[in-house]
């Protein structure tokens, strides 16, 4: 075996050699053919003749030379580009007989001075190879009168964007987009692109962000964000642009927007308000992200925390639209930012005030499937919810001296959120007997108060890649919730028509939660050698929370002031985390290794006041990781990784409280609950081909969760359940996630064209009347995606394919709900003349049978518009639109989890037209814009 290895690693020595042998040298020198001037800094790329990869790039020197050697034999194409003259492109080989490729004096044109058809040849020019970046020089494209920033990168190869903005760029979703490098109004790419003018921008790049951590220690982590940064020019930073929308339409819907923005020197100033009952809460694609608030947590450290978001209906509603109900929404902010004393100093802030109101009805359909019978369950929900809300974040950076960066973020939130709903839900066995009845109303208040501060020290030390830095944080949390629960749940014997049994809860239910955390954490890099690098932490941190969650029923002179201790609890949690981990990383040439793990030691003390009783625990959580990257090339890459992590229960889960929110489902806490351990295996590897605008990418994930928290039900013969979350001993979770795509543009017709596949199954265990329930879901798509652009002509998308899902559970033989399904996504829009534009788009949603759910389910909703131009400038427009023509919108849901199957249809916005105008106003670089 040792002799085989042997010949094997001469074999590939000498195969290396043998091609070093015959390695080649292209040269030459830059000049203007006008001028005969150099043309220093030129960019210079090598590419392969049969699919346009990019071999070698470089720049030309002082003296306009250029030299790029160690090229293996093969065709290739040479392209040579410098701002406003048109490309060079030339085609050779490099074989045994030509070694070298002496170009001698490149002349370059001047693209004012040439014919428009070279022009138009030359329009490779628009994108440039920087290293890692892809750069855009909008002199390149058209840009018509009024158009934004949208309008522009939609001519840019290897991008599209939807019909909501949603723009993907090399087969990837790009999740920022900034202006001049920095943040503009925080993180919604829509602001900018839907906002800021074309003819503002110098230039557009896109790369891939490397996370803060690795861009400061230089060490990479292997976590990338695709980002678009769009650079203004200098004559555009002072100056103010804006926009102002206001629309009515039928069944009394309506709508109103305006944004203002004004830039002078180094500062950014931008405010935005929107009102309005369309569904759009929001100014981007993210819009139902706006209203939500992140849970309190304590990072990955492994430790406990109290929510907030617990399982009763009280607390479950943190403010986003996600199409069920009718919204009707009033929001706005304001954004700053600045640089000063020569670029040390910065400062980011956000202040944003929203109101949105949601109200509807739901109509729910479902099968709970016990060991030998099924129970069938309906239910007609009524709503009302409400929340105001109250944000302020702040960053301010400086950078002491050229070592020493200090780094503040603030944020706040104050919320204030009231619901009440009404619900009737009925019970029946197979064979239709009725076994309960439910009649249940909610109301609720609640208020939220958030506030965050983090501070982040950097220092960079002699020796290159020796850093340190500490973060400090500290952050605290207060709910507070009063409302009232009014219940009355009837119990049948089959064949009897009256009830034998009456359940009756009215109740005052009142919450206080806390929690505040501080925690630090010390991060030191080392250089090993040139290749390896060792990263070292330690974190400390101190939690303290409380659950003050009080059950009051009624007296005999109408108040609720009787404590009901069944169903209340006063909860105390004390945490001290220390956390320590090394990691290292080694980077050589097309190779990024990491390996390590971080420990985390937690003491844990739980008090529970009502019952003066203290549990004290203590556990290590182990973190290891594992990550591995290969680049082949620019823009094709293999990444795999391996992550475990504990996961504790939550304490909504421990916190010994009966929760009698639904009668018919009694929740108990588990206060002896152990945590479990999570297996993550990622795999992934991308492709990108620049100028034929080709992708390829697979992604997938493993995952298997030892000693698992599963829920363990008991369900009596008339429909009345008691629920507790307890461990799994001898099982593992299992679930996988497979995604594929294929695209590229196909020359023939201009057409870009892909195709798509995913596939993820997942493995559940559940406890029903004490036996083991197993459910495996699966879900399998195939999709096709179609689009073309034509300036001033017409835009279009297309993505559509069939789906089926698997949905069985192993603790009845009735329980399996298979089905096929298709889903259809399109959008078009055509100008023509007279300044007209039409647009339209439709969704198209198929659900079959299953064995369960005896019906299919299908809607079309289509839309469409007509929009004209007015002025000069075209910064005028009115439209005409009318939103799901066909009058098909239902809103529906079906899901099969636990041995439990669901249908929901529910309220939503349905038919309706609009009038609409919209004005674009701007005066920038002390006068009006001109337009192209």
């Given at each position: 075996m040792k002799q085989t290895i042997l010949l094997l690693c001469c074999f590939l020595f000498l195969s290396n050699a043998l091609l070093a042998q015959k390695s080649g040298t292209v040269k030459g020198y830059v000049a203007d053919t006008i001028n005969k001037s150099t043309l220093t800094k030129a960019s210079v790329s090598l590419l392969r003749a049969k699919d346009s990869v990019l071999v070698k790039f470089t720049r030309a020197k002082e003296n306009g030379s250029f030299e790029l050697n160690n090229i293996e034999a093969g065709k290739f194409i040479l392209l040579v580009s410098y701002p406003k003259y048109a490309d060079f492109v030339d085609q050779f080989a490099i074989d045994s007989t030509q070694l070298i490729k002496d170009y001698g004096k490149i002349n370059l044109a001047d693209k004012g001075r040439i014919l428009s058809e070279i022009i138009i040849k030359g329009n490779?020019?628009?994108?440039?190879?920087?290293?890692?970046?892809?750069?855009?020089?909008?002199?390149?494209?058209?840009?018509?009168?009024?158009?934004?920033?949208?309008?522009?990168?939609?001519?840019?190869?290897?991008?599209?964007?939807?019909?909501?903005?949603?723009?993907?760029?090399?087969?990837?979703?790009?999740?920022?987009?900034?202006?001049?490098?920095?943040?503009?109004?925080?993180?919604?790419?829509?602001?900018?692109?839907?906002?800021?003018?074309?003819?503002?921008?110098?230039?557009?790049?896109?790369?891939?962000?490397?996370?803060?951590?690795?861009?400061?220690?230089?060490?990479?982590?292997?976590?990338?964000?695709?980002?678009?940064?769009?650079?203004?020019?200098?004559?555009?930073k002072n100056g103010h642009f804006g926009k102002v929308e206001l629309g009515g339409g039928t069944d009394n819907f309506y709508?109103?927007?305006?944004?203002?923005?004004?830039?002078?020197?180094?500062?950014?100033?931008?405010?935005?308000?929107?009102?309005?009952?369309?569904?759009?809460?929001?100014?981007?694609?993210?819009?139902?992200?706006?209203?939500?608030?992140?849970?309190?947590?304590?990072?990955?450290?492994?430790?406990?925390?109290?929510?907030?978001?617990?399982?009763?209906?009280?607390?479950?509603?943190?403010?986003?639209?996600?199409?069920?109900?009718?919204?009707?929404?009033?929001?706005?902010?304001?954004?700053?930012?600045?640089?000063?004393?020569?670029?040390?100093?910065?400062?980011?802030?956000n202040y944003k005030i929203g109101d949105i109101k949601l109200s509807g009805d739901r109509n729910d359909i479902n099968q709970q499937n016990l060991s030998s019978s099924s129970i069938y369950n309906t239910s007609d929900k009524s709503f009302e919810k409400n929340m105001t809300k109250n944000k302020l974040d702040l960053a301010y950076e400086i950078k002491i001296d050229t070592t020493l960066t200090l780094k503040l973020n603030i944020d706040g939130l104050f919320k204030k959120s009231n619901s009440s709903d009404a619900e009737m839900r009925k019970g029946t066995d197979e064979q239709g007997n009725q076994l309960n009845n439910l009649k249940q109303t909610n109301t609720n208040d609640v208020d939220d108060q958030t506030f965050n501060i983090n501070t982040l020290l950097t220092k960079r030390l002699k020796k290159t890649g020796r850093t340190l830095s500490l973060n400090l944080s500290q952050s605290s949390t207060n709910s507070k919730s009063d409302g009232y629960l009014n219940s009355r749940a009837e119990f049948f014997t089959p064949s009897v028509i009256s009830p034998d049994s009456t359940k009756v809860v009215d109740q005052n239910k009142v919450?206080?939660?806390?929690?505040?955390?501080?925690?630090?954490?010390?991060?030191y890099t080392e250089p090993l050698s040139k290749s390896l690098s060792l990263i070292l932490n330690y974190g400390f941190n101190i939690s303290n929370g409380k659950s003050d969650r009080k059950s009051f029923n009624q007296s005999a002179d109408g108040n609720y002031n009787v404590l009901d201790s069944v169903f209340s609890n006063n909860y105390e949690l004390d945490q001290t985390i220390n956390q320590l981990g090394a990691i290292f990383n080694y980077k050589k040439n097309k190779t990024v290794f990491s390996f390590g793990s971080k420990f985390s030691g937690v003491n844990f003390k739980q008090y529970n006041v009502?019952?003066?009783?203290?549990?004290?625990?203590?556990?290590?959580?182990?973190?290891?990781?594992?990550?591995?990257?290969?680049?082949?090339?620019?823009?094709?890459?293999?990444?795999?990784?391996?992550?475990?992590?504990?996961?504790?229960?939550?304490?909504?889960?421990?916190?010994?409280?009966?929760?009698?929110?639904?009668?018919?489902?009694?929740?108990?806490?588990?206060?002896?609950?152990?945590?479990?351990?999570?297996?993550?295996?990622?795999?992934?590897?991308?492709?990108?081909?620049?100028?034929?605008?080709?992708?390829?990418?697979?992604?997938?994930?493993?995952?298997?969760?030892?000693?698992?928290?599963?829920?363990?039900?008991?369900?009596?013969?008339?429909?009345?359940?008691?629920?507790?979350?307890?461990?799994?001993?001898?099982?593992?979770?299992?679930?996988?996630?497979?995604?594929?795509?294929?695209?590229?543009t196909i020359k023939a017709i201009d057409m870009n064209a892909g195709i798509g596949f995913s596939a993820n199954k997942n493995v559940n265990y559940n406890y029903i009347n004490t036996k083991l329930n197993q459910t495996k879901n699966s879900n399998y798509s195939f999709n096709l995606n179609l689009s073309k652009y034509k300036e001033k002509k017409y835009n279009f998308n297309a993505s559509f394919g069939p789906t089926y899902n698997v949905a069985n559970a192993s603790i009845n033989e009735n329980s399996d709900s298979d089905g096929w399904g298709f889903n259809g996504n399109f959008w078009s829009s055509v100008e023509l003349p007279f300044k007209l534009e039409i647009s339209t788009d439709g969704n198209y949603q198929y659900n079959g049978k299953t064995q369960v759910i005896q019906e299919s389910f299908e809607r079309f909703i289509w839309n469409a518009s007509v929009t004209k131009k007015f002025l000069k400038g075209d910064n005028l427009r009115v439209s005409i639109t009318g939103r799901d023509l066909l009058n098909q919108n239902v809103g529906f849901n079906r899901s099969a989890f636990n041995g439990n199957i669901n249908q929901s249809t529910y309220t939503t916005i349905q038919r309706y037209f609009m009038f609409s105008v919209s004005w674009d106003f701007s005066k920038m670089g002390g006068g009006e814009i001109k337009q192209n």
């Open positions: 490779r020019a628009a994108m440039k190879i920087k290293g890692d970046t892809l750069e855009f020089d909008p002199k390149a494209f058209k840009i018509e009168p009024n158009a934004k920033v949208e309008d522009l990168i939609k001519q840019f190869p290897g991008i599209q964007i939807d019909k909501d903005g949603k723009i993907t760029a090399q087969g990837e979703t790009v999740t920022k987009v900034l202006v001049d490098g920095e943040e503009f109004f925080g993180d919604d790419p829509t602001l900018v692109t839907k906002n800021l003018r074309a003819d503002m921008v110098d230039k557009v790049q896109l790369y891939d962000k490397k996370s803060d951590q690795a861009a400061f220690t230089g060490i990479d982590d292997g976590q990338k964000t695709k980002t678009l940064n769009v650079k203004l020019k200098e004559d555009k709508k109103g927007q305006a944004m203002f923005n004004k830039f002078w020197d180094k500062k950014k100033l931008a405010a935005y308000g929107i009102l309005g009952n369309t569904g759009q809460v929001g100014l981007g694609w993210g819009d139902k992200d706006k209203y939500g608030q992140s849970s309190y947590q304590v990072s990955d450290d492994g430790g406990i925390n109290f929510s907030n978001n617990g399982n009763d209906e009280f607390d479950s509603w943190d403010g986003q639209f996600n199409g069920e109900g009718i919204p009707v929404t009033q929001t706005g902010g304001i954004h700053f930012d600045n640089k000063w004393n020569n670029d040390k100093e910065s400062i980011n802030a919450n206080n939660i806390t929690n505040t955390a501080f925690k630090s954490n010390l991060i009502y019952t003066d009783e203290n549990f004290t625990r203590k556990f290590v959580n182990y973190m290891p990781q594992i990550n591995y990257q290969y680049n082949f090339k620019q823009r094709e890459a293999l990444r795999l990784s391996y992550n475990g992590n504990t996961d504790q229960p939550t304490l909504e889960q421990i916190q010994p409280i009966r929760n009698n929110q639904n009668q018919l489902n009694t929740i108990l806490g588990n206060p002896d609950l152990d945590p479990s351990f999570r297996n993550n295996f990622r795999g992934s590897y991308y492709s990108y081909k620049v100028l034929s605008n080709q992708y390829f990418s697979v992604n997938a994930t493993y995952n298997f969760t030892i000693n698992p928290i599963v829920s363990n039900v008991v369900t009596n013969d008339r429909g009345e359940s008691i629920s507790q979350f307890v461990n799994l001993k001898d099982k593992a979770t299992t679930g996988y996630f497979l995604n594929t795509n294929f695209g590229k």
